[in-house]
């Protein structure tokens, strides 16, 4: 075999790599809503669960957003401080580089470990009970790395020019990081916090030791009440249910998941493209 | 006209010029004073006295500390952990250095012009109100004055007055910059410190702020760094020359360039380095 052959055999395969992995997605897609579509109806999605495989979904859609947001809520304020400590504060020196190195560990922590912790420790020992509060405030243990880090990384990419105009104005440290370096950054941080979200959205494990059992019929009604996920939902009837009708729903749930998922990772996509458009001209 | 005659009216020009600078008073007066960016000493022993209402500019090759020359000035260099300094610097009879001294009222007295252009990613408009904002000195229709007054000096008004709102960074490099003079100005500064104004912009941008900075010396003190040496020649009255941290060289421009009194001076202006 020459040269010239081995060549495009190498140049073949690894194009059929991209093709693999570019397919991954439409596939599953395409998978997910042909098996799903069946059930969606108005009733599906605006009821509530009862005997297990019948009615709607309505609490779960609303838990999963519930959820999500309290838990960006919690989370983002948060991690934007720590992020603004850690960009424009923080000395170099060990205590810093500890706490990275912690929020990078966090970062990676296998899930149900943090629902076991939110669990043991959210759920039993500070009484949450299995509710909205100790599953959002569980979710944000597992973000809140992720939006430090966007954050962190936004923070430091606004240019050192518009910080020394501002100082030299007379403006203090902190108004310019309030009023120059934020906004500038706010894309960016936005991004994160999304992508933060998309994460929570798709959890299953913590969810599921902390914040219900994942078939309630009621909307929440406060922090304390206990909350059904769609991933919790998809997890039951995907496992526990015996009939092809139960699989169907765990599919229609699941094409709902999937278009809730999009819609925030189309708009951290969106919210990018604006931020790098606006940097684009400099 | 050739170079080496003399006409009447150009002697008298020059000695309106010499009565100008010399009857000038000083308005920044650096005395022995020194700088560290931890064991580098970048500033040494400087001790010059710059004038009101004339245009000074410090030249010298790369990295000789005029940028930090500059930025000792308004305390701009407090923003580096490592940076100390010896010695003091007056504006007027205040010690710049002084324990008491309110930075942030420091730099609102110096205004600063950087090399790139760096206005913020805000609107016009915004960027010349930030500094007048930022100090609560006008809200209101005091705020559209203060703004159109300032654009008006830069000299950027007639091109900017209908795209008040649009972003700044849609302006050319030279608007830009003249952009960023206007918001300097916009909190009335005393001093306008200019580190390589016009490296990013072209001939014409560059004319344009030349002659801008001329006008705006009746009112304020000014200060230019500068790698061109026409520049420095054709824009200032009074010129520094600095290497390796030194002032070798301070007088009035004509007599630096014409004849110099360091060898190093001369070497630099033949271009013999830098
Ligand atoms: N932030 C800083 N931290 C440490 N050292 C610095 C810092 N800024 C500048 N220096 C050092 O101080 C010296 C003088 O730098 P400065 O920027 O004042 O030079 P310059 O004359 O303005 O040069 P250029 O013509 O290239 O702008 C250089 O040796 C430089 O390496
Ligand atoms: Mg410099």
Known sequence: MDELTKENIIKAGLCASVVITILILPVIVVWVGSNGIGVISWEFLTGRPYRFELGGIFPQIVGSIYLVSLCSLLGAPLGVASAIYL?????NNVITQTVRFFT???AGMPSIVIGLFGLEFLVYYLQLKT????????????????????SEEAIKMVPRGYRDASLALGATKWQTILKIVLPAASPGIITGILLGMGKAMGETAVVWLTSGSGLEAFVPRSLRSPTGSLTMYIYLLATQGHTSESMSRAFGASLVLLVMFMAVSVSALIVRNYYLRRLGPR | MNGNEITPGQAMQDVFEEFRIDGAVNKVVFRDFNLWYGENHVLKDISVEIKSNIITSIMGPSGCGKSTFLRAIDRMNDIIPECRTSGQVFIDEDNVY????????LRKRVGMVFQKPNPFPQSVYDNVAYGVRIHGMANGRELDEAVERSL???????????RLDESALTLSGGQQQRL??????????EILLMDEPCSALDPIATAKIET???SLQEKYTVVLVTHNLQQAARVSDMTAFMYIGEVVEF???????????????????TGKFG
Request: net charge negative; proline share 5%.
């Open chain 1, 87 to 91: 960009a424009e504060y923080a000395p």
């Open chain 1, 104 to 106: 990078e560990t966090l």
């Open chain 2, 98 to 105: 002084a324990e008491d001294v309110d930075v942030y009222e």
């Open chain 1, 131 to 150: 509710s909205l509060l100790a599953g959002a405030v569980s979710l944000s243990f597992m973000t809140l790395p992720w939006t430090i880090r966007a």
């Open chain 2, 212 to 214: 801008l900075m001329r």
């Open chain 2, 152 to 162: 008006r000096m830069a000299a950027l008004w007639d091109e900017v007055s209908d």
């Open chain 2, 180 to 189: 960023c003079i206007a918001r300097a100005l916009a909190v009335e500064p």
């Open chain 2, 251 to 269: 007088g009035r421009t004509k007599d630096l360039f014409e004849n110099p009194e360091k060898e190093l001076t001369e070497n630099y202006i």
